[in-house]
């Protein structure tokens, strides 16, 4: 399985210093800085291409479907892969694990500063951070590794959901006390 630890923390150091509007004309400054290539902007989510070293380089970044008030577009969030992505192999959930932890601790280094939300619950793992200007996930599943760039404006909304529904029924991240 590959991973690209190191190439993940210098787009997440790019990330915390990137001056960011949270809207697709973002998008190409920060694919730039990162070496990232970047598609098409009219289309409902971008795409972007990572130059990491495994099998799923392709970012998911999930923006609105219009602009509104004659501004940009927004861009809710951007997740990409770490990890090859390997279904089906259950070999590979430990190895993942170790990684997850390895990445954890470079980003908590990086950051300065503990998560302030985790969920620990196999087979997915999530710590969270948020970050002046962005919140950061990183998460692993049975199949993968991969950090999620979230806008404030985004993790304030779906912090207020989550806060809505029955926390027995949908838990939300763990606080760190």
Not at 53 to 73: C, G, M
Not at 100 to 107: D, H, I, P, S, T
């Amino acid at each position: 399985m590959r991973v690209d630890l190191d190439r993940a923390v210098r787009v997440i150091e790019a990330a915390m210093e990137f001056d960011w509007a949270w809207t697709v004309d973002d998008l190409p400054g920060f694919a730039e800085r990162v070496g990232w290539q970047l598609g098409d902007l009219d289309v409902l989510s971008p795409p972007l291409v990572t130059d990491f070293q495994v099998n799923r380089t392709d970012v998911r970044v999930f923006a609105a479907s219009k602009a509104i008030y004659d501004r940009p577009r927004e861009v809710k969030s951007i997740w990409f892969y770490v990890s090859d992505v390997v279904l089906n192999d259950p070999a590979v959930k430990s190895v993942l694990r170790g990684l997850f932890e390895q990445l954890a601790q470079q980003v908590f280094e990086l950051v300065g500063q503990e998560p302030i939300r985790w969920w620990l619950r196999d087979p997915s793992r999530t710590v969270r951070w948020d970050l002046p200007g962005l919140t950061l996930k990183v998460a692993v599943s049975d199949a993968s590794l991969s950090v999620r760039l979230i806008s404030p404006a985004e993790q304030a909304r779906s912090d207020e959901w989550d806060r809505r529904l029955d926390p027995d029924l949908n838990p939300d991240l763990d606080p760190i006390r």
